[in-house]
């Protein structure tokens, strides 16, 4: 069993369709669409949120993803009427790109926490984390001898386990093997940084523009360090199970 | 003699109810004109939908107390309102028919107790403090004035005086500078309009108190 999904939507077209495209990455995952009123406009409705949170229960636990303001309220507000029938977590996240990532952790088996996690990470680059282009200016620059290239303060302890893998199949680091490195590492209990960036975070291993012969140098922190590690080796030495 | 008055009973509810979708249906046009002027104005449409929708629930499943005929609402409103104001609504009628029970009566002490627990419902859920021009500017001097006056044990009373500290509550987010919600995009533009949700929520007050006269 895995975590399923909700996805609540203003517009019918955007809910139906977010499925549709997360569902290309995470065939075995349960998403149900909760977009627009009952009567077909423009709006949310708590009568298809509750019945879409009623379909959706019976997993491992349900992540509900949101768009703008009122569609949490009316989230919340379903969550509520809703009490008592397992877990249910409100993701913070973007529609799309957090479902993309929520959908593939899921599929990963990734727990209910992890799954909103996964979502999460979307937001962008966690504050304590610089962007890529912000480690080339450190480097470059060098003024700054207390911070490495990978953003990480020198003086922070040494990962618990690190290595360099070097990028085989042809298209490199793209929306799939992104998806499933971070999906995979959202189950794990460890904090895992690629060339910099949070390795949970399928957009922020999209931004490293890596490919192929390009080398990701992977650190993880954490219980599950040495498995992180292991994952993303083979991952990556397969190909991702591409050409 | 000295059998004291039991309090409001379902029957007040629903003409609550019923009141409040004719306050909805007649002032439709003036919601509309003031969420035109600081928001997306669809508040008059969306709320004369939503108790239209009670209405229909009501006639359909009529409730055996007020807590069944508040929850009923709720699960309407939020259903049938589609913008902002139908969790708020719905959250302030589920939380007031939650404090309420399965009571056949209500009290002055139990209606003010349910006032405040609406009026928590749509703060908890709209994150809005009092002077940030929304509902909670019509609900908070309710609830205010509902628990001074709930000390005589009066319903009737309790109603009265929810309605007008409501309605002045409405008059004065005219001044004010919204902070959430739609017309918080406009900044300073919102000042000199009333908030439409403030409105709407002294005309359901001042329902409640017109269905207990």
Known sequence: MTVRIVVVSHSDKIADGAVELAAQMAPDVMMVPAGGTSDGRIGTSMEKVMAALETAAGGDGVVVLTDLGSAVMTAESAMEFAEGSGTVLLADAPIIEGLVAAAVAAQGGASVHAVRRAAEATHGYPASRAKPEDHMAVATAGEEPGMQPGGQPADLAAPDASADFELVNLAGMHARPAAKIAGGLSGLDADVTVNGVDGASMTGLMTLGAGKGSVLHVEAYGPDAERAVAYVAGLVRDGFGEP | ?213
């Open chain 2, 1 to 213: 003699m000295g059998r004291v008055a039991v309090g409001l009973d379902v029957t007040w509810a629903v003409k609550w109810l019923t009141l409040s979708a004719q306050a909805m249906a007649e002032h439709r046009v003036e919601l509309i004109e003031l969420d035109r002027a600081i928001g997306d104005s669809d508040h008059g449409e969306n709320m004369d939908r939503g108790f239209q929708a009670v209405l229909d629930k009501l006639a359909e499943s009529p409730p055996e107390t007020p807590g069944a005929a508040l929850k009923l609402t709720a699960m309407a409103l939020m259903s049938k309102v589609g913008g902002a104001a139908g969790p708020l609504y719905g959250t302030a009628f589920l939380r007031a028919a939650t404090t309420l029970g399965d009571a056949a009566y209500i009290d002055a002490a139990a209606l003010a107790a349910a006032l405040a627990a609406a009026r928590d419902g749509i703060v908890a859920r709209g994150k809005a403090e009092a002077g940030d021009k929304t509902m909670v500017d019509a609900w908070t001097p309710a609830v205010d004035a509902a628990a001074a006056a709930a000390a005589d044990g009066d319903t009737l009373a309790v109603l009265i005086a929810a309605a007008e500290a409501a309605e002045a509550g409405a008059v004065a987010t005219d001044p004010l500078v919204a902070r959430k919600g739609r017309a918080s995009y406009l900044g300073e533009r919102s000042a000199g309009h009333r908030d439409p949700g403030a409105a709407s929520s002294a005309l359901i007050l001042r329902a409640a108190a017109g269905a207990a006269a």
